[in-house]
């Protein structure tokens, strides 16, 4: 001990990053130990001798001379049962464990182990002695939670014969399973494994999407949905509901895992989700959503590397549940501030600006982390299929969308759900705008939504699109002269189009009926309002006067359904089908004459 | 350790200066400069085994690159704390200037306090009636929240300031241990006196701790400012189990100072000129809001800011923005109007109020009223704008309604005299009544059980 060990003399320091010399041997992202008080940092530079490290912990009262010590390691994750419900930093440091350890505020140069090493979990061993095993194939299970069943696989790059198997039984996470034998040398299997998180999880082969992850909220499922294994980026100026979409996202969309980085936020958002989230019933398990969720919280007053890498930490865990085989859904919020971490250190190494400030490798940090994402055949023998869809919140200086961060991130994401002031400000939540905001899988998803809802489904949202987009042109004549002039079947149009606006696109966060909105309900409103569309219409071509539309209460109903008709009793909408069509027949009674007339 | 003296300076840059052949220093360690008998403050900005680069905070007039003694103090600027800071007035790194005695008990804290582990925090639901229906009702204030003004020069914050302190109480709870903690960044004097007296007829002076870096103070001092105001905040809630409200004003100074420091730095600037950094340097100050499990007291922040050119897109209030938990946003068209308080409602926001507001914390109807009254009044502006176009004659009956309950509700619910201390249920009634201008077909927010219990609506 002590021989190989390598140290590096500290001789600069600059806010986050410092620069030591005599680095012999360190290698490019291992992580390093700083200073005589230990904070732990990474190397992002080398130079002869000299190393650039960004160090993840607040660096007041580090001086130069102080020794920097190298760990012989990537910046890594640790990956095994205890995960989930779990709030880490930004470089997996458990903070319940922090709080232990250091109070409520986080003192420097503490560290924790990511997982629990005491805790015994109930192993379910599935590989027999002498067997063959394959790499990321399956050897144990251990039920982590009630609604998660942690599958123990062989790290990517080990196959061989299983030898020395334990029987089933409880253990601690670091008690060795089995070993893989091959020609190299016997590996040690143990409930966890590590990955460095700057580096993949390998997979068998990339699927296309062709499932949607369905996410409850109407203005997404129904017209810019997001595949399972798709990416979807949110932008929004400040208050606009970028941080409540992305909750409402973590907590109905049905996914197996959910992963929320809480990247550069507020410290009392992170802890609304977790005051929050294990009082929440997940709607199709009727268990609590804390059960299948995992956080990575590094709030805006933490140190500013930490957060760079807690993009990385986040999606490493999601590859490692997606490699079981299981649908994750990753948001990050907000992919702005990690780029102005980047931006940040790019400066204090004095490297040469590209637009506004940010790096020139800006734009290709961005697509390797969306690539991340994707619906994959993953690695072992049991060709498990997982994904991973990847939200990811910016943050706009200004809402201004031509800044850098936005730009770049609309190129690489296949969905773009632009969050708009104006609706923000009248309180139209959420307030994506069904003008600006596109999908990219509407296409692919087509089959699915014929198979799963109805053959009508697509045909009823490009009608309904198409009814939003005439009444966007109908608004501009509106400002300037008034809806009084327009004929009568353009002020239905701006009629039914304020009805699919308050009744069907706006959807309140709070409200306990319609937070959630099953895919069957947002089709049969659709399907009334469309319907009240078309048969006004009929009426409204053969000279029925618009005021004898509007008149009566059917508008009423139609925009309180939402509220009115819980996910569960769908029946219920019969009963409105059968007052809209007394409605209206007895208006085509009234009126059969006209007809004969002409 | 014996602390380590040098004399002599290699270089001295606006308020920076450089020394070489520095050993055993710290980075962020404080230096005291001492010149002819004065002495001021500094602190390291970046170090190596070369040359050390201090910022001097009470500036950097008179040094001289060859005798100028530099002091290492081998810690953090530090500031001390005990229950003696209450009702006493200091600079703007925490030396006493109201000709009273040194703080004698107590313990040094580091201005730049720790992060808040998120999970320790525990999330904002108590409701703090201001007594100003625009912000109650629409805006709430929660105890723990940072919720800043964006304000304009000559806009009327600082009697909204005033106002809310005064008035602010939690419903159902005496005042007691409640301190206000402010913290004034580079401005005028008379601003900065017409605070404090009001503060003083309030009867609240004893429960006050004032921290002044006026107009014509150091401007690198105010960088310190409301990271002392902070640490004595943060004393008194988490250790003296009290409920603070810090008041800083005016943001905008600060972030200038810290401009100002960066290009003497040379720094990659970022937006018009600010660092990169300004983002987590704002971070830093904002998120030492907030409340903790299993302790008594909070912090509360009402950040002031102006906002240059009343653009809201500048970065200062920009960043804020994305930090704090909502905004209050002064509007001048509502002041020239001779509205007072002249709140903008539409650009303002609270975020935590959707947790501290309804049953239990204000009244039932509460959340819906308000989404109902931020929708009718959006709509007001949409109808003002077709009727300048189109005249008011042109308007169909509903839209003239919709001015009328424009016009109403801005004469009646956002304006208020300085004194008036409204309760909630003064604010709610007043906004269900101004509702009843709408027919009840236009108020798709609420639910029909509220309209029947609530609603009355004023037929022409």
């Known amino acids: ?598 | 350790m014996p602390l380590k003296e040098y004399i002599g300076l290699s270089r001295i840059n606006g308020p920076l200066i450089f020394i070489e052949n520095v050993k055993n220093v710290g980075y962020n360690e404080v230096v005291e400069v001492s010149y002819r008998g004065q002495t001021k403050l500094g602190q390291v900005v970046q170090i190596s085994d070369e040359f050390a680069v201090i910022q001097v905070f009470q500036g950097t007039e008179g040094l001289a690159v060859d005798t100028t003694r530099v002091k290492f103090l081998g810690k953090p600027l530090e500031v001390k704390v005990s229950d003696e800071i209450l009702g006493r007035t200091f600079n703007g790194i925490g030396q006493p200037i109201d000709g009273g005695p040194e703080i004698i008990s107590g313990t040094y804290r580091d201005i730049n306090g720790l992060p808040m582990n998120p999970s320790s925090r525990m999330y904002p639901r108590n409701f703090i009636q201001t007594g100003i229906s625009a912000i109650d009702g629409l805006m709430t204030l929660i105890r723990g929240q940072k919720l800043p003004i964006f304000s304009g020069n000559g806009l009327p914050h600082d009697r909204l300031a005033v106002q809310i302190t005064k008035q602010a109480k939690l419903k159902g709870e005496k005042a007691g241990n409640f301190a206000i903690v402010f913290s004034a960044m580079g401005i005028k004097h008379d601003d900065a006196q017409f605070i404090l007296s009001n503060f003083e007829e309030s009867g609240a002076i004893e429960n006050v701790v004032t921290f002044l870096n006026l107009a014509d103070d150091p401007t690198i001092e105010r960088i310190a400012t409301p990271r002392v105001a902070l640490t004595a905040a943060e004393y008194l809630a988490f250790e003296r189990d009290m409920h603070v409200l810090v008041i800083m004003t005016d943001m905008t100074n600060y972030c200038e100072a810290l401009r100002e420091l960066s290009t003497f730095r040379g720094e990659v600037p970022s937006r018009k000129g600010y660092p990169g950094y300004l983002y987590s340097d704002l971070a830093s100050i904002y998120e030492r809001a907030g409340m903790i499990r299993d302790r008594e007291g909070s912090v509360t922040q009402i950040p002031i800011l102006s906002m240059p050119n009343d653009d809201i897109t500048h970065p200062i209030p920009d960043l804020t923005g994305y930090i704090t938990e909502g905004q209050v946003v002064l509007d001048r068209a509502l002041h020239r109007k001779g509205v007072y308080p002249p709140i903008g409602i539409l650009a303002s926001l609270s975020r935590l109020m959707k947790d501290g507001i309804g049953e239990g914390y204000t009244r039932k109807d509460h959340p819906h009223l308000s989404s109902q009254l931020f929708a009718a009044y959006s709509r007001v502006q949409e109808v003002r704008a077709l009727a300048s176009i189109i005249g008011e004659e042109e308007l169909t009956d509903i839209d003239r309604r919709y001015l009328r309950f424009g016009e109403a509700f801005e004469r009646e619910f956002i304006s208020q005299g300085f004194d008036e201390d409204r309760s909630i249920e003064e604010t709610l009634d007043l906004g269900w009544k101004l509702l009843s201008y709408l027919p009840s077909s236009e108020l798709t927010r609420v639910s029909e059980a509220e309209l029947k219990e609530h609603y009355k609506e004023i037929k022409r």
């Open chain 1, 1 to 598: 001990m002590g021989d190989n060990k390598k140290i590096g003399e500290l001789y600069l320091i600059n806010g986050p990053v410092v620069k030591v010399r005599k680095a012999t041997g360190f290698m490019m992202h291992e992580v390093v130990k700083v200073g005589d008080s230990k904070l732990t940092g990474e190397v992002i530079g080398l130079e002869g001798d000299n190393a650039t490290i960004q160090v993840y912990e607040e660096t007041s009262g580090l001086k130069p001379g102080e020794p920097v010590e190298g760990t012989d390691r990537l910046l890594s994750v640790t990956l095994g049962p205890g995960l989930i419900g779990k709030v880490f930093d930004g470089i997996q440091r458990p903070l319940d464990a922090l709080r232990v350890k250091s109070g409520d505020f986080l003192q420097r140069g503490i560290v924790a182990p990511p997982l629990d090493l005491d805790k015994k979990w109930d192993v379910e061993v599935e590989i027999k002695e002498g067997e063959e095993v394959k790499e990321g194939q399956v050897i144990a299970t251990v039920k982590e939670t009630p609604l998660v069943e942690h599958r123990i696989m062989v790290p990517p790059g080990i196959s061989g014969r299983a030898e020395r198997v334990k029987a089933s039984g409880k253990y601690t996470i670091d008690t060795t399973l089995m070993y893989v034998a091959n020609e190299d040398r016997k590996h040690k299997i143990r409930l966890y494994q590590t990955w460095p998180v700057r580096v993949p999880r390998p997979y068998k082969e990339h699927l296309m999407p062709d499932e949607p992850l369905i996410t409850g909220q109407r203005v997404i499922d129904t017209f810019f949905p997001i595949s399972k294994g798709g990416t979807a980026g949110i932008p929004g100026g400040f208050g606009t509901g970028k941080t409540i979409t992305q909750h409402q996202l973590a907590k109905w969309a049905d996914a197996h895992i959910i992963v929320y980085i809480g990247c550069g936020e507020r410290g009392n958002e992170m802890t609304e989700v977790l005051e929050e989230f294990p009082e929440l019933v997940d709607p199709r398990s009727g268990r609590p959503l804390m059960e299948r969720t995992i956080l990575i919280a590094n709030t805006s007053n933490m140190p500013v590397s930490a957060r760079e890498a807690s993009i990385y930490t986040g999606i490493t865990i999601a590859e490692y549940f997606r490699d079981m085989g299981y649908n994750v859904a990753l948001m990050a919020d907000s992919t702005s501030r990690w780029a102005e971490a980047l931006r940040e250190i790019s400066g204090r190494l004095e490297e040469m600006p590209a637009e506004e400030g940010f790096p020139p490798y800006l734009s290709s940090r961005i697509a390797e982390f969306y690539e991340r994402a994707g619906k994959v055949k993953c690695l072992g023998p049991e060709d498990k299929i997982g994904s991973i869809s990847v939200i990811g919140a910016v943050s706009p200086p200004g809402g201004d969308f031509s800044e850098p961060v936005t730009t770049h991130t609309k190129r690489f994401v296949r969905c773009f759900w632009a969050l708009d002031k104006s609706l923000a400000n009248a309180r139209h939540y959420p307030s994506i705008s069904w003008l600006d905001s596109y999908s990219e899988y509407n296409t692919e998803l087509e089959g699915w939504y014929a198979e799963n809802v109805n053959a009508e489904f697509s045909k009823l949202r490009a009608r309904a699109m198409s009814l939003l987009s005439e009444d966007d042109n109908l608004q501009q004549i509106i400002k300037l002269v008034g809806e009084d002039v327009l004929p009568d079947d353009q002020k239905l149009i701006v009629r039914v189009a304020g009805i699919i606006k308050i009744g069907y696109l706006q959807q309140s966060a709070f409200s306990d009926v319609d937070s959630f909105c099953e895919v069957k309900k947002q089709f049969e409103m659709l399907r009334l309002i469309l319907m009240f569309y078309n048969r006004s219409s009929a009426l409204i071509s053969k000279g029925v006067a618009i005021s004898e539309l509007l008149n009566g209460d059917i508008l009423n109903t139609l925009m309180r359904m939402k509220e009115n008709i819980p996910n569960d009793r769908l029946e219920q909408f019969k009963e409105i089908e059968k007052e809209l069509k007394n409605f209206f027949d007895s208006l085509d009674k009234k009126y059969e004459n006209i007809k004969e007339a002409s």
